[in-house]
């Protein structure tokens, strides 16, 4: 018998493609977690450290205020004047810092304030210092801030000196609060040049400073703002409406600027034919003034172009202006002259020209209501030699602001009708109003209507929307009511395509976009 040995069978396992990329993923991912985790920490502790050494510094430079004469510690030119610049760029452990220097004179209200009850004629009770050091290469964000308070130990201040209060709000009477502000005084002792910012209530209050008549030069200024300032006399303006600011020994003086967010004019020049031109020589005013008797007004210049793509105005404020051109007639303008230029709105402006002729007149007929120019109005011209000329006025405008009519409305001849809605638009429950329907007091999140087909009669250029009103309640939120416009040169196209301000149907128009897409232009129906 022949015995043979039982074999031994072993079953060999290997990964598989899956699994081995998985578990790359598994490592790759603990991996980046615990690399972030020491990146979070080395940071940490890099900042942890920049904030003890910027605090070093600061105590410091605290320590040595607190050390000099009181009548020391100010600003150099500033208010109060004393021997500190404002900007001071040092090294500590090899990191570059530089450190802004803010000194104020304060009114305590314990023993009265200048200008109220009773009044404090030497205000100047204390002073409030504060220091503020940031990184220069650290890619630091938010400078550390350190302050204290420094009092006299006897007289509060100088009796020769007084207040100055500057306000600053814009054209709806609303505070500029962080608005820059520039103050130089250069023959009052010691001089005057500082600069500093608005407060919450938008106020910059100088106390204990020098007395001066019209001595104080003051500008004021913020990014994306018009700028104001005060405006000694010249030859060319001998009487300004804000002359240099005064201050009175032991009394108060309140001085206010109005600046406004930028607008600017958007100035495309065309013939009769609607084909654009080089707007040539032609000057721009608004009808804001800086001075009077003569007039001298906050715009007035004169620009001579061959530029015949459009000539971009900026910064311009909020106000009325007026374009008249040398060489030529201005035949129209859309919109009518003067234009309105609302603060922080782009404005686009077509000049319609011609040649030059002897006495021109152009005659614009508006709405007494609303301002607005009205179509197919007769303006007849006659004189006492018996010249007689009858024109009429094209198309001026569209307006509806009620739809409480219904839908069903093709063409716009009701104007309280219109085409279409989704169901969820109330136009009933308050007439000349639009709001979303609601259902046991809870309203629909969105809706939509569609106005009837407006014929104007020719192929027409258009220019804005006018919104009425311009702001939608805050509760509404932002961009609650959006619009999109469609024109075609027949009244019933196949579809008609809704757009908004670039053209196509991915936008839409809103209150921060009135002008109406040149795209539009040269069709009948709206």
């Given at each position: 018998m022949i015995f043979y040995p039982k074999k031994s069978i072993r079953t060999h396992h290997g990964f598989s493609?899956?699994?081995?990329?998985?578990?790359?993923?598994?490592?790759?991912?603990?991996?980046?977690?615990?690399?972030?985790?020491?990146?979070?920490?080395?940071?940490?502790?890099?900042?942890s450290r920049l904030r003890i050494v910027e605090s070093s510094v600061l105590n410091d430079q605290m320590e040595i205020i607190r050390n000099m004469n009181y009548n020391d510690v100010g600003i150099v030119n500033?208010?109060?004047?004393?021997?500190?610049?404002?900007?001071?760029?040092?090294?500590?452990?090899?990191?570059?810092?530089?450190?802004?220097?803010?000194?104020?004179?304060?009114?305590?209200?314990?023993?009265?304030?200048?200008?109220?009850?009773?009044?404090?004629?030497?205000?100047a009770d204390y002073k409030l210092v504060e220091e503020?050091?940031?990184?220069?290469?650290?890619?630091?964000?938010?400078?550390?801030?350190?302050?204290?308070?420094?009092?006299?130990?006897?007289?509060?201040?100088?009796?020769?000196n007084g207040a100055l209060f500057i306000q600053v709000f814009d054209g709806n009477a609303q505070d500029i609060q962080g608005a820059t502000v520039h103050v130089v005084a250069s023959s009052v002792s010691p001089p005057i040049d500082l600069t500093d910012t608005t407060d919450n209530q938008g106020y910059l209050k100088l106390v204990s400073i020098p007395a001066g008549q019209n001595a104080y030069n003051i500008t004021v200024t913020k990014v994306g703002y018009t700028s104001a300032q005060t405006i000694s006399s010249t030859i060319q303006n001998p009487n300004p409406l804000r002359p240099p600011a005064s201050v009175v020994a032991q009394g108060l003086s309140n001085v206010s600027f109005s600046i406004n967010k930028v607008g600017t004019l958007q100035v495309v020049s065309e013939d009769t034919t609607c084909n654009q031109t080089a707007i040539g020589t032609f000057t721009l005013r608004g009808t804001k003034l800086i001075g009077q008797n003569p007039d001298v007004?906050?715009?007035?210049?004169?620009?001579?172009?061959?530029?015949?793509?459009?000539?971009?105005?900026?910064?311009?404020?909020?106000?009325?202006?007026?374009?008249?051109?040398?060489?030529?007639?201005?035949?129209?303008?859309?919109?009518?002259?003067?234009?309105?230029?609302?603060?922080g709105v782009t404005q686009p402006v077509q000049i319609i020209t011609?040649?030059?002729?002897?006495?021109?007149?152009?005659?614009?007929?508006?709405?007494?209501?609303?301002?607005?120019?009205?179509s197919n109005a007769i303006v007849t011209v006659t004189s006492s030699n018996g010249y007689v000329q009858t024109f009429t006025t094209g198309v001026g405008h569209i307006r509806q602001t009620d739809w409480s009519g219904g839908s069903g409305q093709t063409t716009s001849t009701d104007p309280t009708k219109y085409a279409i809605d989704d169901g969820h638009v109330d136009v009933h429950s308050s007439v000349g109003n639009m709001e979303l329907t609601s259902t046991g007091g809870i309203y629909d999140t969105s809706g939509w209507l569609e106005s009837s087909v407006y014929d104007l009669g020719i192929s027409a250029n258009f220019v804005n929307l006018v919104w009425q009103p311009l702001a939608q309640p805050i509760a509404t939120g932002a961009d609650s009511i959006r619009l999109q416009v469609a024109v075609s040169n027949s009244s019933t196209p196949a579809t008609w395509n809704f757009v908004g301000p670039d053209g196509t149907n991915n936008t839409y128009y809103n209150s921060n976009n009135l002008a109406l897409s040149q795209t539009l232009n040269g069709n009948r129906y709206f």
């Open positions: 493609l899956v699994e081995v990329i998985v578990a790359l993923g598994i490592f790759a991912i603990v991996s980046i977690g615990i690399y972030s985790s020491i990146i979070f920490v080395f940071k940490a502790v890099y900042n500033g208010s109060p004047t004393g021997v500190l610049n404002r900007i001071v760029t040092m090294t500590r452990d090899n990191i570059p810092f530089t450190i802004t220097q803010t000194i104020r004179s304060v009114d305590d209200p314990y023993d009265g304030t200048i200008g109220g009850t009773p009044n404090d004629t030497d205000p503020s050091i940031i990184c220069n290469n650290c890619a630091q964000k938010n400078p550390l801030v350190l302050d204290t308070t420094i009092a006299p130990k006897f007289l509060e201040g100088d009796p020769k007004y906050v715009v007035n210049k004169t620009f001579s172009t061959n530029v015949t793509s459009p000539v971009i105005f900026s910064p311009l404020g909020g106000d009325a202006y007026n374009i008249s051109l040398s060489g030529g007639d201005i035949i129209g303008t859309i919109p009518m002259q003067p234009i309105q230029l609302i603060p011609g040649s030059g002729t002897i006495n021109p007149w152009l005659v614009d007929v508006v709405n007494a209501s609303d301002g607005q120019p009205v």
